[in-house]
């Protein structure tokens, strides 16, 4: 059993764009990038995800990283399918000098437009990511690139 389970995963990588809107006044825009793993669970596709962000601001000293695990849910047998996801980043804000680091909780909603062509799906994925620490709030739209490979 815990071999069909090995084997029945998809595996694959997104890269994107983000632009900040909502609660980040000084960050023009970021990338984004993640690796992933998912398997069909009864209903819909559960992921489990490892990503990387960077963001950049107005002024040119100041950046964002996270670093973050995030567990979702998708529809990947659907042309448009629906994602749902959230997790926790490690957050790292620097200007100059001068280090801010602490833990968020992420959510994501999005879309897929999923292309399928024998074992490999490509889609675009366009989505929002709020990130907070319970306090403070602050989100990004955002799209994506993905490419995953049915092992």
Not at 99 to 120: P, S, T
Not at 121 to 129: D, I, M, S, T, V
Request: hydrophobic letters at 40%; a neutral charge; aromatic letters at 18%.
């Amino acid at each position: 059993m815990f071999l069909y389970f090995l084997i029945s995963l998809a595996v694959g990588i997104e890269g994107g764009y983000n632009e900040p809107a909502l609660g980040f006044k000084n960050i023009d825009s970021g990338t984004t990038f993640m690796l992933f793993m998912n398997r069909y669970w009864r209903i819909a596709d559960v992921t489990l995800s490892i990503g990387t962000g960077f963001n950049t601001g107005d002024n040119p000293s100041y950046s964002m990283n996270s670093y973050g695990l995030r567990l979702g849910l998708s529809k990947n047998n659907w042309l448009f399918s629906p994602v749902l996801a959230c997790g926790a980043d490690y957050l790292r804000r620097t200007l100059h000098d001068a280090k801010e680091v602490g833990y968020a909780f992420i959510y994501v909603i999005g879309l897929n437009i999923n292309f399928r062509y024998e074992r490999v799906r490509l889609y675009p994925q366009f989505y929002y990511e709020g990130l907070t620490d319970f306090k403070e709030h602050g989100g990004f739209i955002g799209t994506k690139l993905g490419i995953g490979y049915e092992i």
